[in-house]
């Protein structure tokens, strides 16, 4: 099977303010989730699931969206919620299970949801969230309206049943969807090759299902750019669904608790050596952009990463009187829209 491998872009091929977004959106996940992960260390919120150095495969997705498409995220879903314009207070708030928070506290880190943002939730069940990112680009497909669906999930969920029954329907019925799966060679403790027959876990079985098999690397903000531009513009011009598998590597443990031992030394060092943020720092300094513009940046997001922190840490816990409001007992339908 041959893999189209997008690989060492023209760095003039996207142009330059959608690459600074993109820089933006990667630095607001980094240092939202550095900030977050200061809270956990001093006891002030329980554990997650970390997405550092997998930044580029969310931002690059989050500039190419617009109003109106809608995303799926699993339980790492806090770089995508981010990437889709939703404030950080609000997003630290609800890891915090603040009343503040997007989803009033109840959702936490697991189940961030912001529909208004196209935010359609992260799912805790591996795999779950596939066939429910299809039905949203069915209902686009029926209303007639140009949406387009992206759905996020990791490699471990290719050996799920969900996964092969989205891809199925998303094919057969030509649906407004893009799939892309984050391959961080990981599902929890165990090597996704150790338990795949096939070598690139979603691009190997893309012509199962009558796809092409894209492989891209998913620590390239470049790469990422292009080929979610290029996915969502087929999508949105009726021309179906997409399977995107990003190459790339989570710097930490599979949660806050895990440290992470099970991987060889040699090749953490080595991901981290491809750390998408500095490498893509130094292409938009080859590009032109002066260190005075990426350092104010860079100040700018630390400083709103701080002050959510701060936001959340002070503010209340819900009011037991809300525990029943917006959810789906209480027969709220705001969500469908
Ligand atoms: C259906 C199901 N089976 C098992 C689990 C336990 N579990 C939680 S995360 C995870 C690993 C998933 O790995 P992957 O899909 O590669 O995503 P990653 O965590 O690497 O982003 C597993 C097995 C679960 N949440 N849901
Ligand atoms: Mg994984």
Excluded: Q
């Excluded at 407004?176 to 690139?200: D, G, L």
């Amino acid at each position: 099977m041959t893999d189209t491998f997008v690989d060492a872009v023209d760095i003039t091929a996207s142009p330059l303010d959608g690459r600074l977004k993109v820089h933006r959106k990667m630095l607001e996940i980094r240092y939202f989730e550095e900030a977050w992960t200061r809270l956990y260390n001093a006891g002030k919120t329980g554990p997650g699931h970390s997405s550092i150095g997998m930044e580029a495969i969310a931002a690059a997705f989050g500039v190419r969206m617009r109003s109106g498409d809608s995303t799926y995220a699993t339980y790492r879903g806090h770089a995508h919620t981010l990437a889709r314009g939703v404030p950080m207070k609000g997003a630290m708030a609800e890891l915090l299970g603040r009343g503040t928070g997007i989803n009033g506290g109840k959702g936490g880190s697991m189940h961030l949801t912001s529909v208004e943002h196209g935010m359609m939730g992260s799912y805790a069940i591996v795999g779950a969230h596939l066939p429910i990112a299809a039905g949203t680009a069915l209902a686009a497909k029926y209303l007639g309206n140009d949406a387009v669906t992206v759905c996020f999930f990791g490699d471990g969920a290719t050996n799920i049943g969900a996964f092969h029954e989205a891809l199925n329907l998303a094919a057969t019925w030509s649906l407004p969807v893009v799939y892309v799966c984050e391959n961080n060679h990981y599902m929890e403790y165990t090597a996704i090759t150790e338990v795949t027959a096939v070598p690139r876990p979603a691009a190997d079985r893309a012509s199962a299902y009558g796809l092409e098999s894209i492989v891209v690397d998913g620590n390239d903000a470049d790469s990422m750019f292009a080929v979610a531009g290029d996915a969502i513009a087929k999508a949105r011009a009726g021309g179906g669904p997409t399977l995107i598998e990003a190459l790339t590597y989570r710097h930490f443990g599979h949660a806050s608790s895990d440290p992470g031992k099970y991987r060889p030394d040699d090749e953490v060092t080595e991901w981290k050596r491809r750390d998408p943020i500095p490498t893509f720092r130094r292409r938009l300094r080859d590009a032109g952009v002066d260190d005075r513009t990426l350092d104010t940046m860079e100040k700018e997001v630390r400083a709103l990463a701080d002050e959510a922190a701060e936001f959340a840490v002070n503010s209340p816990l819900p009011n037991v009187e809300d525990v029943e409001k917006n959810v789906w007992a209480d027969g709220g339908s705001a969500w469908r829209r």
